[in-house]
């Protein structure tokens, strides 16, 4: 029963949790948006027109306008992991959505390139922001406790714990919870570690064991999802149909529209089941049902291309089937998992600048993917569908060799894992590429909070209640 004098109108637990996520979720539509609007954008003659972007010579420029929106991103996940921690990331998503609406403003309104490009640079540091504070924070608000103690404020991130989890604030099991985040945090403010540390070498004096290799494992999940080819689409996809399959553009534009929902859709299979079939089973899917579906478009555009071949028509109906496909295995695996992995990777000095690193690294990628694909297009027909095939085909073994498993780990086991030295190969170690939670680690947690109960038991005979009194 929803109560409105209560905190979080007195939901707990499941539902708190569900409508955190959904709440995160709503906020994170924001990342798309841009990328579906502006796909039908681009091909509008109108704004083409208005904005002097016709013709062959204008394509790279027109890459320009459509990828400068990444490098707002880039600054803006650079400046919220600043930000964040001072304004906390509640405040930091209320300013990013406030600079990000002034960016689409700026958009809505502009009769000039200037002020088209000027709108986009805006409105991606403002969603750049967003998109680096809000999305971890959907799984488990974690991210929220760990502020709140950072900044004093430990009985406020007791009780939050203690509504997600639907129990007592004296619960072993909330206090397990608590200890392990305060002793986080204190160990991040004794071991910071600034980015000239990084830069200079000295960072594994304070941060922990295999700092560089969690750092690359972190930006290298950010710069496989664009290596898979993702914004190819997202941003272009009325462009590909009507330029590689020869679609009208009433008819392209429907079919992004179609697919938009089909995305929406097949993505929600990957929410419930990040943590059961693993963050690296989720990757490697995703990027061998890309490939597999990158082949045939490469093949089918190239007999569309091909001239004087009699079944351009049926070739070009087939390649729509594998473009709607390949969104189904990159909504199931590899949209969420990539901004995930490296929160939970890096140590807990480094976790803070991992995730701010992650996020710089996608938008960067996303920018040389949105920058280069035009003119890719128009220089290279069917062959330009060939780097990505490959691309997602080469990060298949990738994944499996380098990448430990995270699902059903805390950021303290993760410092555990590489404390013990594991190989360079992920792979040759069977518990760390394991799915589920390792025993031992279930094992140190059963004891400490077997240690919990026993120690309130002897502070509950030491300080009686006034009835036992």
């Known amino acids: 029963m929803v109560d409105l004098a209560k905190p979080y109108f007195g939901l707990r637990g499941a539902w708190l949790t569900f409508w955190i996520t959904l709440a995160c979720g709503a906020d ?62 509640r405040n930091t998503v209320l300013v990013g959505t406030t600079v990000m609406s002034i960016g689409a403003l700026l958009q809505a ?29 959907s799984p488990q608000s974690l991210f929220r406790h760990r502020w709140l103690i950072s900044h004093d404020r430990s009985s406020e991130a007791v009780q939050i714990i203690a509504d997600l989890e639907e129990k007592d604030i004296n619960d072993p099991f909330v206090r397990l919870q608590m200890s392990e985040i305060e002793y986080s945090v204190e160990y991040e403010k004794t071991n910071s570690v600034s980015f000239s540390d990084i830069l200079h070498g000295r960072a594994h004096e304070k941060a922990g064991t295999k700092t560089i290799r969690r750092l690359i494992l972190g930006m290298g999940a950010q710069a496989m999802q664009q290596f898979s080819g993702i914004n190819v689409t997202s941003y272009y996809l009325p462009t590909v149909l009507t330029t590689s399959v020869g679609l009208d553009e ?26 059961r079939w693993g963050r690296r ?111 997602n085909a080469a990060m298949v073994p990738t994944i499996y060799v380098f990448y430990p498993e995270t699902a059903g780990r805390t950021l303290e086991d993760m410092d555990d894992y ?18 589920k939670r390792p025993g031992r680690y279930e094992a140190r947690d059963g004891h400490i909070m077997r240690e919990k109960e026993e120690q309130g038991a002897v502070q509950y005979l030491e300080n009686p209640g006034p009835m036992d009194a």
């Open 418 to 435: 590489f404390r013990r030295n594991p190989p360079l190969f992920a792979f040759l170690d069977k518990e760390a590429i394991s799915s």
């Open 250 to 275: 009433s008819l392209a534009r429907l079919l992004t529209a179609c697919n938009s929902v089909q995305y929406l859709l097949f993505s929600l299979i990957g929410i419930p089941n990040v943590e």
């Open 281 to 391: 089973m989720l990757m490697m899917f995703g990027a061998a049902g890309m490939c597999f579906c990158y082949i045939f478009i490469t093949a089918l555009i190239r007999y569309n291309e091909m001239p004087g071949y009699s079944h351009r028509e049926e070739v070009a109906s087939a390649s729509v089937a594998f473009f709607f496909l390949y969104y189904i295995f990159f909504g199931i695996g590899m949209q969420g998992v990539p901004w995930l992995y490296p929160t939970e990777i890096n140590s807990l000095t480094m976790r803070t600048k991992g995730a701010a690193l992650g996020a710089a690294t996608n938008w960067i990628f996303n920018f040389m993917v949105v920058e280069i694909t035009p003119i890719g297009i128009q220089n290279l027909g069917w062959r330009f569908y060939i780097v990505w095939a490959v691309l």
């Open 109 to 137: 309104s502009s009769y000039s390139l200037g002020q088209i490009i000027t709108g986009r640079i805006i409105a991606g540091i403002g969603n750049g922001m967003e998109a680096k504070v809000r999305y971890p924070l």
């Open 28 to 89: 994170m539509t924001l990342y798309g948006y841009d990328q579906g609007v502006f796909s039908g954008v681009v091909i509008s003659q109108d704004f083409l027109r208005l904005h002097d972007l016709q013709g062959p010579s204008k394509t790279t420029l027109l890459g320009t306008v459509t990828a400068i929106y990444d490098i707002g991103c880039f600054l803006g996940s650079l400046f919220a992991s600043w930000l964040g921690e001072r304004l906390g990331r």
